[in-house]
């Protein structure tokens, strides 16, 4: 295997770090926003289109699983054709790969998800019977448990299609990833940005990941630069809750951590993060929901531990039922969904 890692020669206008990403005008926009950081501070940066078995296909996302999308860009990374590769960071597989590192989670966008309906209705105006379309396990059952009786159909294509199908009357309303949504400059479109109260979102939604090798270290410290600590301690709880409960791409499950001030007890300002997570009968018969705060530096330690609580709680015999109603679980694969 060969690797390009002469990083005294790359960065440079004559040999630009290669960005690794998708095609889709999604998987671009975030993709450039890494390139056009790395340029303002200094760095020469381009991006290169890997096409994925994914792509390809028609086939719902709980089908193909959301693991053909990361694979081939990681692919693309450890021969050396790419120096870089951004994910969006909750279609990552929650074990760790020792080939790569995530080198950078920028800034995170709003985590929650969006309802986009018809006639401009907000989620509690549209009559029962409507066409709700949705990739997601999570987001369908959560949807169920509300008690609406909202008909929830699954969803394919990339966030135009998606939008489109409102748009022609194919359905009433889709529920999809509000950060995709306002990286593409569409936020105008949506009804209803849902709160976590009613919909908590997946693990690491609206966050990316900029992963490189582990064995380019001074390419690791160049992106470091593009860390935001904040989101790294919440995405590393959601991800360990995640990880704890050995769920896969159609595992019901919501996360959301936040960073949060409070005060100590001798009145000082401290920051503190509170995690949120819930874990749902895929019928919407049940479900479960628990919450922990603790210290931003023990942020796996958290998402263990409402982990527990959850299994506690009846978890394991929540996901034990949709597995065993059909649903096709792979722990292999990130809770992946759009």
């Given amino acids: 295997m060969v690797h390009e890692n002469d990083t005294t020669r790359r960065g440079t206008a004559d040999a630009p770090w290669r960005i690794g990403t998708r095609g889709s005008l999604l998987a671009l926009t975030q993709a450039g926003t890494i390139r056009d950081a790395l340029i303002a501070g200094g760095q020469q940066a381009e991006l290169v289109v890997v096409k994925t078995a994914g792509d390809k296909s028609s086939d719902p996302v709980e089908k193909i699983g959301v693991g053909v999308f990361t694979a081939a860009l990681r692919n693309e990374l450890a021969l050396g054709t790419v120096d870089i590769a951004v994910h969006s960071y909750k279609d990552l597989p929650t074990a760790p790969d020792p080939r790569f590192v995530i080198a950078a989670i920028p800034p995170r966008e709003d985590p929650r998800d969006a309802l986009i309906a018809r006639d401009g ?3 509690g105006e549209l009559p029962a019977g409507s066409r709700i379309g949705t990739s997601a396990a999570r987001r369908a059952a959560q949807l169920r448990a509300l008690g609406l009786g909202l008909e929830i159909l699954p969803l394919r294509g990339n966030i135009d299609t998606r939008i489109r199908k409102v748009a022609d009357g194919e359905l009433d309303a889709v529920v999809i990833a509000r950060a995709g949504v306002a990286r593409i400059d569409r936020l105008d479109e949506i009804t209803e940005s849902l709160e976590p109260v009613q919909m908590l979102p997946a693990p690491a939604q609206g966050a990316l990941a900029v992963e490189c090798r582990t064995d380019d270290p001074d390419l690791v410290t160049i992106l470091s630069a593009l860390d935001d600590a904040g989101t790294r301690a919440a995405i590393g ?4 809750l995640l990880a704890y409960l050995e769920a896969g791409c159609t595992a019901p499950i919501g996360a959301l951590a936040e960073v949060v001030e409070s ?19 895929i019928d919407g018969s049940d479900v479960l929901r628990a919450s922990v705060v603790g210290s931003p530096d023990e942020a796996e330690e958290l998402g263990r531990a409402l982990a527990r609580e959850l299994l506690e709680l009846g978890a394991r015999e929540l996901l034990g039922a949709n597995r065993e109603g059909g649903t096709d679980f792979d722990p292999s694969q990130p809770n992946g969904e759009r």
């Fill in 263 to 281: 005060l100590d007890d001798d009145g000082r300002v401290v920051e503190e993060l509170s995690l949120r997570g819930c874990v749902a009968a």
């Fill in 121 to 123: 209705m907000v989620l």
């Fill in 237 to 240: 709880a959601e991800r360990a």
